[in-house]
């Protein structure tokens, strides 16, 4: 069965076409700068065919478009027809408290994606646009939503609200909802089938330009960094993270508008605003400090501080731990941050092997560690793709006309 992923930013689409009787992308495609200048389309096709180019596209619907005439362009194609894709999913970043699994799209469901559009203002518009500009591309083929708050749904009430009056709760949907849902599920997954335990109490922390992490017990999510918005919790790429929030007040006093402050917390702060050497890129920030950069030394300092401080308080909500995982950017590629965040931490039973973190091993603890340290790519487009194929197999089997 042939699924199409796609994941639409404010100025990108990103899309990656699978066969998923094995699991294989058949070709990625990027349409990045939508809607600004020198806007780029870079193909890759597992067959070798590369294509990368400057294109006319002024919107996502356009840049979908270029993007299916490539998949079935007769030299550089990967497939005959459009007819051979079974399925679109799409990557939909808020469904509020309305999903807790991936769902085909129809119109009620489209509703509830545009009724979280103040939710996600950034996000859930462009998300909506995709699978408007799919339906009209291409009506035949289903589509089906999968949304990055969906994993979070299973978190309680105790670890979701916020210290302030409950009908703010009720009236504004004011909660925790976490988000790199469909990160932490597919990492806490594979990381259950490696170490071949169902009952386990698990850490991922997503550690790439956005970061968080996540405490998953028995493959279910019982709290995470990410809160209201993504701006919450660790320190990240340009986010400040957590922060005391009459630090807002205070610079209002100070004369900072509060889109000055929403700017600068989400945009300039973190470590692109702690290092402040120019970049939010960990490598440079990395390279800074071992040139001697007091503040690019801090800025690590703090990210690795933020880091401990989360993996001791989930240890305590998971009473006990088996796993902590790396993933994503970071976490994936950085031993050096491995190293540091695990270093001291023996006394939760995590002790790192050197050698093996160093050679980037898929289990990088010792033999003695009563905690097992793993490091697990994630791949989101290809969960995606496999709930996408759920989701339709389900209809199928329920007897439903697709
Ligand atoms: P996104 O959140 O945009 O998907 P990624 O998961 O790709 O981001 O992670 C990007 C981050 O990963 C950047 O900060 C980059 O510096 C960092 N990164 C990638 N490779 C390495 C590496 N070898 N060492 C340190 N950091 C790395």
């Keep these: 069965m042939y699924i199409l992923v796609v994941n639409l930013g404010s100025s990108s689409a990103k899309t990656t076409l699978y066969d998923m009787e094995n699991e294989a992308p058949l070709a990625d495609c990027t349409v990045e700068r939508i809607g600004l200048d020198n806007t780029h389309l870079s193909y890759s096709a597992y067959n070798g065919q590369v294509v990368d180019e400057k294109v006319d596209v002024t919107c996502c619907k356009d840049a979908l478009k270029k993007i299916m005439v490539l998949l079935v362009d007769k030299a550089v194609g990967v497939i005959k027809d459009l007819k051979e894709i079974k399925g679109i999913g799409h990557r939909v970043v808020h469904g509020g408290e309305s999903f807790s699994n991936p769902v085909m799209i129809d119109e009620e469901v489209k509703n ?8 996600a203002p950034l996000h859930n518009p462009p998300n909506y646009e995709g699978i408007i500009a799919c339906e009209e591309l291409c009506p035949a083929i289903p589509q089906v939503a999968v949304f990055d708050t969906a994993f979070h749904q299973t978190i309680e009430k105790q670890a979701f609200l916020y210290g302030i009056p409950l009908r703010y709760y009720k009236n504004y949907s004011i909660r925790r909802y976490g988000f790199h849902g469909t990160s932490h599920r597919f990492v806490s997954l594979q990381t259950r089938k490696i170490l071949q335990r169902e009952n386990s109490k698990i850490i991922v922390c997503h550690l790439g330009n956005g970061c968080s992490i996540t405490a998953v017990k028995n493959g279910k999510s ?7 918005t993504p701006l919450e919790g660790l320190l990240m790429g340009t986010r400040a993270g957590d922060l005391d929030p009459a630090i807002i007040f205070y610079l209002e006093r100070k004369g900072l508008s509060l889109n000055e402050t929403d700017n600068l917390l989400n945009k300039k702060s973190g470590l692109l605003g702690l290092a402040d050497i120019g970049s939010s890129d960990l490598r440079d920030i990395l390279k800074a400090a071992e040139e001697g950069n007091k503040n690019a030394e801090m800025a690590v300092k703090v990210f690795i501080h933020r880091i401990k401080k989360y993996i001791g308080s989930y240890t305590a909500v998971l009473n006990g731990l088996d796993a902590l995982v790396f993933t994503a950017g970071i976490g994936e590629n950085s031993a050096i941050i491995r190293e540091m965040v695990c270093r001291d931490l023996d006394a939760l039973g ?3 092997d050197q050698e093996k973190n160093k050679n980037n091993n898929q289990i990088i603890s ?17 969960m995606i793709a496999r709930d996408s194929v759920e989701v339709l197999n389900n209809i199928r089997e329920n007897g439903h006309k697709l």
């Design 366 to 382: 010792t033999e003695d560690s009563t905690v097992s340290v793993l490091v697990v790519p994630t791949d989101e487009a290809l």
């Design 350 to 352: 995590i002790k790192v």
């Design 112 to 119: 509830i994606i545009k009724n979280c559009f103040e939710l």
């Design 222 to 228: 019982v709290d995470t960094s990410m809160g209201f």
